[in-house]
Nanobody, 112 residues
Framework: QVQLVESGGGLVQPGGSLRLSCAAS????????MSWARQAPGKDLELVAS????????NYADSVKGRFTISRDNARNTVYLQMNSLKPEDTAVYYC?????RGQGTQVTVSS
């Protein structure tokens, strides 16, 4: 059974940082590309960042380029999203996903 469990969300002030984690199980993690997506209230799901199965290729949405970093640890079956210089418009539910499914999400709120 595929499981993707996100953690690390919370409330942070503008300019702050958060690190999201996604623990994966139920499939051979190292063979799958992974990505983070987000959905703000009233908006469509937006792909934020993706990483290839061995981590060699990373892609980012223009809205987060230079501020967010995606990484993975295949020994720990975990993918991360380091978010720096956070802005109020980054407020959303953040999801970990791959072609097999999506996690339940973790809320990130950027507000003073």
């Amino acid at each position: 059974q595929v499981q993707l469990v996100e953690s690390g969300g919370g409330l942070v002030q503008p300019g702050g940082s958060l690190r999201l984690s996604c623990a994966a199980s139920g499939f051979t993690f190292r063979t799958y590309a992974m990505s983070w997506a987000r959905q703000a209230p009233g908006k469509d799901l937006e792909l934020v960042a993706s990483i290839s199965n061995l981590g060699a290729i990373r892609n980012y949405a223009d809205s987060v380029k230079g501020r967010f970093t995606i990484s993975r640890d295949n020994a720990r079956n975990t993918v991360y999203l380091q978010m720096n210089s956070l802005k109020p418009e980054d407020t959303a539910v953040y999801y970990c996903q791959n072609t097999l499914g999506r996690g339940q999400g973790t809320q990130v709120t950027v507000s003073s």
